[in-house]
Nanobody
């Protein structure tokens, strides 16, 4: 099994930046992709960005050009650099690890609030 711990959330003004981290432990060799999701109050959880073990990335249209996902395989950590933040980016951000054998692990989430 894989355990995920997110960090880096907080309160930021519109136009500001934050960097989220997701540290994986346990059976990390089984991870082939990591992703960030977010869930705003009253809304469904939505995919923000994904990165494969090989470094291939994909983004939701709403964050493309503003957010950047990366992965340090040696440190078993994924990052989400968020720039030009907007109030609509306010949500709980979750890290997810996809493993061989169709297994999935989720982190506990970290709150991001964009407000003046």
């Amino acid at each position: 099994q894989v355990q995920l711990v997110e960090s880096g959330g907080g309160l930021v003004q519109p136009g500001g930046s934050l960097r989220l981290s997701c540290a994986a432990s346990g059976s990390t060799l089984s991870i082939y992709a990591m992703a960030w999701y977010r869930q705003a109050p009253g809304k469904q959880r939505e995919l923000v960005a994904t990165v494969t073990k090989g470094g291939r990335t994909q983004y939701a249209d709403s964050v493309s050009g503003r957010f950047a996902i990366s992965r340090d395989n040696a440190q078993n950590t994924a990052y989400l650099q968020m720039n030009s933040l907007k109030p609509e980016d306010t949500a709980v951000y979750y890290c997810r690890a996809d493993m061989f054998g169709s297994r999935i692990s989720w982190g506990q989430g970290t709150q991001v609030t964009v407000s003046s």
